[in-house]
């Protein structure tokens, strides 16, 4: 009898997800006797009614690869642990779906599922392993917070696509003798502002895990102004934070989506170094959600296509509960309940951080 896999993307989406899913059709083709599944919209299209899952086969996979997004979409307010429910009064409630969810699985037949999803997708896949679904996670985040993983695909392309920016935004910067500040993505790891930060040849570079000092930060801008008039690249990630502060965004009000929207940091530091007294011009640059689109470098193609097959292949072989992952160089598994329990923030003793700060880059400390 044939077998059947179901194949979803949840969260907040990044270049690379479609690179997964064609892996995951072809590599199921070429091996036989597997038919694809896609859930629409993370887990939503299993729990609504009527379902909203469709058959994945080569012709609807060919070419997407080069393609930014997710072809079987995402959300990141479809948590089937907290449902959002609307009750009849108008209010919104929760409700832990997860039985439900897995029941369903189990009912339209499916012998593996694979999300591939961040580290909250990834604590969803296992609390649902826990309930009897036989289900592997593929990690994906541009922000490459997950633990278990050198890196997850996307990132590559989010600071390709950073690092481009920059390089365009010190051409202006010469120009003019102003201060640059280009935010990035990163809401409690800076390894996209830190990668930027060396690949572009920033002056300052301001992520989470190393509260800033304004002093300091105004100390280096006027060190590259003491000679005359100079020019300053700054890159500072949206989860930056001064010391003693707390980080610039504001709640959601959409139902169902726990994240604070991050964003604004790089304006909140260019008003307190105004008032502060700096005298040079001062410029920022939201990069915001064009780090998570677009078609994605070959890096994270590669990576993505590798996650594919293997994640396959573990369906097939029966590896469930388990996280496909990247180590010195080569894929290997991980279990979900200890890939869960792993972030990675930058670590002070990392040696991009040593990179950094053998050019003379400041992550703004005292
Ligand atoms: O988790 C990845 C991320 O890119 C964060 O860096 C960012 O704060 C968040 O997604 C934004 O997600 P959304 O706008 O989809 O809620």
């Not at 696509?161 to 500040?181: G, N, P, Q």
Request: hydrophobic residues 40%; aromatic residues 8%; negative net charge.
């Amino acid at each position: 009898m044939r077998k059947k896999l179901l194949v979803l993307t949840g969260g907040g989406d990044c270049p690379g997800l479609n690179a997964v899913i064609r892996a995951i059709v072809k590599s199921a083709e070429e091996f036989g006797g597997w038919d694809v599944w896609g859930s629409i919209e993370a887990f939503n299209g299993v729990l609504a009614d009527p379902v909203n899952i469709v058959p994945l086969m080569s012709k609807d996979v060919a070419g997407i690869h080069v393609k930014g997004g997710t072809i079987i979409k995402t959300t990141n307010r479809g948590n089937p642990l907290k449902f959002p429910i609307q009750n009849e009064d108008g209010s919104w409630s929760t409700k832990d779906l997860s039985q439900d969810l897995v029941n369903v699985v189990k009912d339209l037949d499916f012998d593996a599922v694979i999300n591939i999803g961040g580290d909250g997708s990834q604590k969803i896949s296992y609390e649902l392993y826990k309930k009897g679904m036989p289900i592997i996670g593929v990690p994906k985040t541009i922000d490459n917070d997950l633990g278990a993983t050198d890196f997850t695909f996307g990132f590559s392309t989010a600071v390709q696509t950073a690092t481009d920016s920059f390089d365009k935004l010190v051409s202006t910067a010469e120009s003019h003798h102003r201060v640059m500040i280009m935010e990035v993505m990163g809401r409690d790891a800076g390894w996209i502002a830190l990668h930027t930060a060396i690949a572009g040849g920033a002056e300052i570079c301001l992520i989470p895990e190393i509260p800033f000092d304004y002093e300091t930060v105004l100390n280096q801008i006027h060190k590259r102004y003491k000679k005359g008039k100079g020019f300053v690249n700054m890159v500072v990630a949206e989860g930056a934070k001064a010391i003693g502060g707390n980080v610039v965004g504001s709640h959601s009000s959409e139902k169902g989506d726990e994240h604070i929207k991050l964003g604004g940091i790089a304006n909140t530091i260019r008003s307190k170094l105004e008032s502060m007294g700096c005298e040079a011009q001062i410029r920022c640059t939201i990069l915001g959600h064009t780090q998570r689109g677009g078609s994605p470098i070959a890096f994270d193609r590669i990576l993505a296509t590798a996650y594919g097959t293997k994640a396959f292949e573990m369906a097939h072989q029966g590896h469930f509960g388990k996280l496909v992952t990247y180590e010195n160089n080569n894929l290997s598994m991980s279990d979900l309940e200890e890939a869960v329990k792993e972030y990675k923030f930058v670590d002070q003793d990392h040696f991009l951080i040593h990179t950094a700060r053998s050019l003379g880059i400041s992550f703004g400390e005292v």
